[in-house]
């Protein structure tokens, strides 16, 4: 199987993940930002994540991905439903998270940005929500205000569940994995400690690295 993605992709990561749960072999294929003709010939439009499956049909969407792979074999991790204070968590933190990320992620080594075109389609694309990246870099103090009493809400989150993976990981982990590129953004212990053992469990690397 091959999975066409972006690297900084949260939506991307949440296929990466099953993979890695699953200890499923798959063939990594990052894209160009640039590069529309590829899955616009897959699925008739540029989106990621797409998994090639070994019968050579494209699936698209990056949770009907976990699905199908979830259910190639056991222990199964994406049953069940997310639950309400986690995807009220999400809403709440979407549009700020998106704010905080995507001016840093130009300005990494993201093999999706990594030629002048696709750099170009990238900030091309971008601006069209966003306008202008160096205006919107210089909101962060704003934005991580904005962002604290959501971070506080997840960590009490966390403080109780149990450490079993299931379906509300493939959407805080994406999310906190994105925020790792924040270099001013500092991570409560419980928080950091999930997000490193997620990280080890599913094999998608965090962002601390290039935090900018």
Known sequence: MKLYIYDHCPFCVRAR??????????????????????????????????????DGNYLPESMDIVHYIDKLNEPRYAGGEVSAEIDAWFKAVSKTVSKLVTPRFVETDFPEVSTAEAKKAYLTRVAKSYGDLTVLYKETHTLLIELEPQMQLLDIWLENRNDNFDLNDFIIFPILR????????????????????VAKATGVNLLFEQAK
């Open 17 to 54: 993940m099953i993979f890695g749960l699953k200890k499923i072999a798959v063939e990594e294929i990052v894209l160009l930002d640039s590069d529309i003709d590829t899955p616009t010939r897959m699925i008739g439009r540029k989106m990621l994540p797409i998994l090639q499956k070994e």
């Open 178 to 197: 994105s925020l790792s590129i924040v270099d001013e953004l500092s991570f409560s212990t419980n928080v950091n400690n999930y997000m490193v053992r």
